[in-house]
């Protein structure tokens, strides 16, 4: 299987259990690993075979930004359960990063790897 990745997309978003979480945006950052069959993309030099990562960068943005859960456990695992779905992926690793929570300059987060990294 080759790997289709896009790393460092930050987005703003409302995230946290704390009062002013609730009340301020803030920035999460996702790095992602995607399986996907880049043969015939290959062969044919055609969009229409290959993961356009574009899509997938645009489609998270949107669906982040407008998010409002609570804990980061919850958003990754919905971005995840997004990409296998709408992307037809067989597997997803994701990272995702609350940069700054419990100190600047300190990174802490999530990594998750969803579904069959064999197909």
Do not use: C, H
Not at 92 to 116: H, S
């Amino acid at each position: 299987m080759d790997i289709i990745f896009l790393g460092g997309l930050e987005i703003d978003t409302i995230i946290g259990i704390y009062d002013w979480e609730r009340q301020q945006r803030q920035t999460i950052i996702l790095d992602l690993e995607m399986g996907f069959d880049i043969e015939k993309a290959a062969e044919t030099d055609d969009i229409r075979y290959a993961l356009d990562y574009k899509t997938v960068s645009d489609r998270l943005i949107d669906f982040v930004s407008r998010s409002d859960f609570f804990l980061v456990e919850r958003l990754i695992s919905e971005v995840a359960k997004l990409i296998l779905i709408e992307f037809n992926v067989p597997w997803v690793k994701v990272t995702l990063n609350k940069k700054g929570a419990i100190g600047t300059g300190i990174d802490v987060g999530i990594i998750i790897e969803r579904g069959d990294r064999l197909s």
